[in-house]
């Protein structure tokens, strides 16, 4: 069996790691591999696909595959299937649980008013009735939700199917995602990048979160509309934005974000792919098809995620 591995960096790790992990394969590095059977890839070239006649099944190094699916030399006929968690939710626990401790205990107002010199005392509030907003219930969203949830936060989640998660308020819809915003003293978003998400948080939907609202976009800068989400922080209606991802990456020099003071910025490293556990859930999934296997994680393309 031959694999084949492209990233856009560190290509001698992945390669190394893959091949440890799946020895009973020759695994090749690059886009210009021999044909191969499978192909692992993050941010490849399209020429990766010019020379692979005989693939199998296309595998993401990352949870989200809208890179993947916008390159049209991919090939459509094979399926493409995507990295679940494999760390990458407790990554983003730990930033849910940075932000939401952030604006519960009013750190960022505290600091403000040290920089005046002022003694500003705010009364006590219950975690019960601190509100976080979660928009996707999927792999790490669900994880996100619950994990909030079990440390006493009231917690709402916005999916496009219905579904039921104990302990979460579980809404869907725009009927739902009305409820969810008007309600949000915080909002993390956890959705993947399709046709229905991009430009979904717009000037409509930010007016509808709360007076002093906090918003982190953790999946895909895409899905927030920059203007819109600029002349809310500029109000102050949205006190504070945590973005780890942006329309362009690296975020450009001149872009208002950089320097806005209620920004907050994190370069795209809000939940890294781990080498070892994703080559080796690749490797299993691997198997998996050899044996004839269904496996999990496959993306529905229609539906872009
Ligand atoms: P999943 O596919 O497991 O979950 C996606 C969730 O979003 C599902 O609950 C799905 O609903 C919901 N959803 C999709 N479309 C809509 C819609 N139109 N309306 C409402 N809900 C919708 O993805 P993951 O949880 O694994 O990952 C989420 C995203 O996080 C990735 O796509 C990626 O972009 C991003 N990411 C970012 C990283 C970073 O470092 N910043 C790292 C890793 C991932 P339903 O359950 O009904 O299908
Ligand atoms: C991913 C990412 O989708 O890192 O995994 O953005």
């Known amino acids: 069996m031959d694999v084949l591995i492209c990233t856009a960096k560190e290509q001698d790790e992945w390669c190394e790691t893959l091949a440890a992990c799946l020895p009973e394969a020759q695994v090749h590095a690059g886009p210009d591999a021999p044909a191969c059977d499978y192909a692992v890839l993050w941010k490849p070239p399209a020429a990766v696909f ?22 049209p030399a991919l090939p459509r006929d094979v399926p493409l299937v995507r990295i679940e968690d494999c760390g990458m939710a407790a990554q983003m626990i730990e930033y849910a649980l940075y932000v939401a401790l952030r604006r519960f205990r009013r750190f960022a107002e505290y600091a403000d008013a040290q920089s005046e010199g002022r003694w500003a005392p705010r009364g006590l509030r219950m975690r019960e009735d601190f509100q976080i907003g979660v928009l996707g219930l999927g792999v790490l969203g669900s994880a996100v939700a619950n994990a909030l949830a079990g440390f006493g936060f009231a917690v709402s989640g916005w999916s496009r199917t219905p579904k039921s998660i104990e302990g979460i308020d579980c809404v869907h819809g725009s009927a739902g995602l009305d409820v969810l915003l008007a309600r949000s003293e915080v909002l993390l978003v956890l959705l993947p990048l399709t046709g229905d998400t991009e430009g979904l948080l717009g000037r409509e939907l930010l007016a509808q979160l709360p007076d002093g609202a906090a918003l982190a976009n953790l999946s895909r800068g895409e899905i927030v509309d920059d203007e819109a989400l600029l002349e809310v922080l500029d109000s102050g209606q949205i006190a504070e934005a945590f973005l780890d991802v942006f329309h362009r990456e690296p975020l450009p020099r001149d872009h208002r974000y950089w320097t806005h003071p209620r920004v907050r910025i994190t370069p795209h490293v809000a939940a890294l792919t781990p080498y070892s556990a994703a080559c080796s859930q690749v490797a299993e999934k691997i198997r998996g098809f050899e044996r004839g296997e269904s496996i999990s994680g496959i993306v529905d393309r229609a539906r872009g995620y």
């Open 50 to 71: 010019a020379h692979q006649p005989r693939l199998k099944a296309l595998f993401s190094l990352g949870a989200g595959v809208d890179g993947l699916l916008a390159m």
